[in-house]
């Protein structure tokens, strides 16, 4: 039982989201804001918990059609899907604790509220009915915007405690890059998506109109990327995430490679996918953390 719960949890995704937590983190340092102890564990604890929930609720609603694991009986799958349920209410409970915490301590600022409101919604509109718009072809866009966006403004706002144009000009392409990678997810699993009717992105679009946008989102990521000099921003922030543009090239030579009806190797391509978003946040975070 564990175990699956586990799978069901989606631990990259996890880690994922202790990154981009960790980038957001990381820019006040590099703006001279000084390190606050108690508010960035809490703050990690908290969005970790948000994303762990987000997780299992749309394990919890899965249609009772599609799977939810392999091999289980009925009554184990209902009791998986009741587990599920309980620890993912006990996860946002304990979130909100914590925040209350943050509260009535004075750490917690009225942005940081906000995007905390931001995050349940997200997370209650991804995975519960009637909007459950992991079903409605959005589920991709939610998971990026989660994860790439609200996530690490979170992180930064804690130490911040106000925003700054270089949160915004970080976590832009970031969260296309993560656009991307979600949505490359879905073409190992296209076949089983149609023989259960989930509307995923790449059903909705199709993949003469899915891979032109996937290649659009990387390129659009990284030119946002290159103009940051002209934004007034260092090149020696910036340069560090190109390390991963050669990874981004492959990753659309592949998928370029599998629409011309080239064998795929999903492996790889999700791997590569991975690797664009996770070391491109990884290098900005190193970077903003060293200087």
């Known amino acids: 039982m564990i175990t ?3 799978k069901l949890s989606h631990p990259l995704h996890l880690l994922l989201a202790a990154l ?3 980038l957001g983190a990381s820019i006040p340092a590099y703006l001279g804001v000084a390190f606050k102890m108690m508010s960035f564990w809490m703050g990690l604890v908290i969005v970790l918990l948000a994303q762990w929930s987000m997780s299992l609720l749309a394990e919890v609603f899965r249609p009772h059609n599609e799977p939810l694991v392999e091999n289980a ?9 009741n587990n599920a349920l309980y620890i993912s209410i006990a996860s946002l409970a304990t979130a909100a604790v ?3 915490v943050l509260f009535i301590g004075g750490h917690l600022p009225l942005m940081v509220f906000y995007f905390l409101l931001l995050s349940l919604f997200i997370i209650l509109a991804y995975a519960i009915p009637p909007l459950r718009l992991l079903n409605h ?6 998971l990026a915007i989660h994860t790439a966006y609200v996530i690490p403004t979170i992180g930064f706002l804690l130490r911040a405690e106000e925003s700054h144009r270089l949160l915004a000009f970080v976590i832009t392409p970031l969260t296309l890059l993560a656009f991307a990678y979600f949505l490359v997810l879905n073409f190992p699993s296209f076949s089983s998506d149609q023989k259960y009717h989930r ?7 199709n993949w003469q109109r899915a891979v032109p946008l996937h290649h659009s989102l990387i390129i659009f990521a990284y030119a946002l990327l290159a103009i940051g000099p002209l934004a ?17 090239i492959f990753q659309m030579i592949q998928l370029r490679a599998v629409a011309l009806g080239n064998p795929p190797n999903w492996t790889l391509l999700t791997s590569t996918a991975l690797s664009v978003f996770g070391l491109t946040t990884y290098f900005l975070t190193l970077t903003f953390w060293l200087r």
């Open 73 to 81: 009986s009925p009554s184990e799958i209902e009791s998986l899907r």
């Open 232 to 248: 007034g921003f260092s090149f020696n922030l910036i340069w560090p995430a190109f390390l991963t543009l050669p990874f981004a």
């Open 137 to 142: 072809g959005f589920g991709e866009l939610c």
């Open 4 to 6: 699956r719960l586990l």
């Open 98 to 100: 914590l925040a209350y």
């Open 199 to 205: 509307a995923t992105l790449l059903r909705r679009l």
């Open 20 to 22: 981009t937590y960790f």
